[in-house]
């Protein structure tokens, strides 16, 4: 850990951090091209700026099932929130999911590619906003990794932010576990530099939203980020084909916070 004065760089917002922005286009999937919804303007699809992406096209394969989708069931601000419901398709689990970065491919074994990662290069301290989480019982929790129990056998939920160096995208294969973003794989590789977790993945309290605080812990105070990666899973281990057919998570108003000092990992 090097020593150094922090200074948070320009505050940037996170883009379509209230969820608002929805729209539908027709994208591949493992076996053919369906009507797919992505968390973005019809002009950020079309020319590529879209910061949010989700595993949608990887459950549409025979038939458009949208895991995660708006909604006005269940909203915190603004006309619209996001709903994420792990669900199956063809026997297999496909876990809902909402990610800054960009779905590459998929296939009908479950195999699935995703480029993590946006642009960004500030440092913000926290990450704050609202969900709701109702789990059901998992199935296969035979394939949990080592060391990883699951309280009454119910689904988890998973919201997590990483920053990295780089200037690239990072590669995960769900079906190559040192690709995963995992804390163990996080904390051996030099081009993590942040990283904050929701600290409870189990059900939240009451009927309506949750206000999350996520502390950003650095690994040390001279890094500069060159992407972030935000993660919000309804089933955490999904990667390992582990989740809850029925699992919902609502997510709503994520922002950035930048003051006072980072916590240094420990």
Same mark, same amino acid.
């Given at each position: 850990?090097?020593? =150094?004065?922090?200074?948070?760089?320009?505050?940037? &917002?996170?883009?379509? @951090?209230?969820?608002?922005?929805?729209? #539908?286009?027709?994208?591949?999937? @493992?076996?053919?091209? &369906?009507?797919?919804?992505?968390?973005?303007?019809?002009?950020?699809?079309?020319?590529?700026?879209?910061?949010?992406?989700?595993?949608?096209?990887?459950?549409?394969?025979?038939?458009?099932?949208?895991?995660?989708?708006?909604?006005?069931?269940?909203?915190?601000?603004?006309?619209? @929130?996001?709903? %994420?419901?792990?669900?199956? &398709?063809? +026997?297999?689990? @496909?876990?809902?999911?909402? *990610?800054? +970065?960009?779905? !590459?491919?998929?296939?009908?074994? /479950?195999?699935?590619? !995703?480029?993590? =990662?946006?642009?960004?290069?500030?440092?913000?301290?926290? %990450?704050? /906003?609202? $969900?709701?989480?109702?789990?059901?019982?998992?199935?296969?929790?035979?394939?949990?990794?080592? +060391?990883?129990?699951?309280?009454?056998?119910?689904?988890?939920?998973? !919201?997590?932010?990483?920053?990295?160096?780089? =200037?690239?995208?990072?590669? #995960?294969?769900?079906?190559?576990?040192?690709?995963?973003?995992?804390?163990?794989?996080?904390?051996?590789?030099?081009?993590?530099?942040? *990283?904050?977790?929701?600290?409870?993945?189990?059900?939240?309290?009451?009927? /309506?939203? #949750?206000?999350?605080?996520?502390?950003?812990? $650095?690994?040390?105070?001279?890094?500069?980020?060159?992407?972030?990666?935000?993660?919000?899973?309804?089933?955490?281990?999904?990667?390992?084909? #582990?989740?809850?057919? +029925?699992?919902?998570? $609502?997510?709503?108003?994520?922002? %950035? !916070?930048?003051?006072?000092?980072?916590?240094?990992?420990?």
């Amino acid at each position: 850990i090097s020593g =150094g004065e922090f200074t948070t760089e320009a505050a940037t &917002v996170l883009p379509n @951090a209230g969820f608002e922005d929805w729209s #539908v286009h027709k994208a591949g999937t @493992a076996t053919t091209s &369906v009507n797919t919804t992505f968390p973005c303007t019809d002009d950020e699809y079309n020319n590529g700026t879209r910061f949010w992406d989700t595993s949608n096209r990887g459950a549409n394969s025979i038939g458009q099932k949208d895991p995660t989708n708006k909604t006005v069931e269940l909203i915190h601000g603004g006309t619209y @929130a996001a709903k %994420l419901g792990t669900t199956k &398709v063809a +026997g297999k689990l @496909a876990a809902a999911s909402l *990610y800054s +970065g960009d779905f !590459i491919k998929a296939d009908m074994s /479950g195999t699935a590619t !995703i480029n993590f =990662g946006k642009p960004f290069v500030s440092r913000p301290t926290a %990450l704050k /906003g609202y $969900y709701k989480y109702t789990p059901v019982k998992a199935s296969n929790t035979g394939a949990l990794p080592d +060391g990883v129990t699951l309280t009454d056998d119910l689904d988890q939920c998973a !919201i997590y932010v990483v920053l990295m160096k780089g =200037g690239e995208q990072h590669e #995960v294969i769900n079906t190559k576990t040192e690709t995963l973003l995992s804390l163990d794989n996080i904390k051996a590789d030099d081009k993590f530099i942040a *990283y904050g977790e929701l600290s409870s993945g189990a059900a939240t309290a009451g009927d /309506g939203f #949750v206000e999350f605080n996520i502390p950003i812990e $650095y690994r040390n105070l001279d890094d500069k980020p060159t992407h972030i990666i935000i993660v919000c899973s309804a089933s955490k281990y999904g990667d390992y084909m #582990v989740g809850g057919d +029925g699992s919902i998570m $609502y997510l709503d108003d994520f922002e %950035l !916070i930048y003051d006072g000092e980072p916590t240094i990992w420990k």
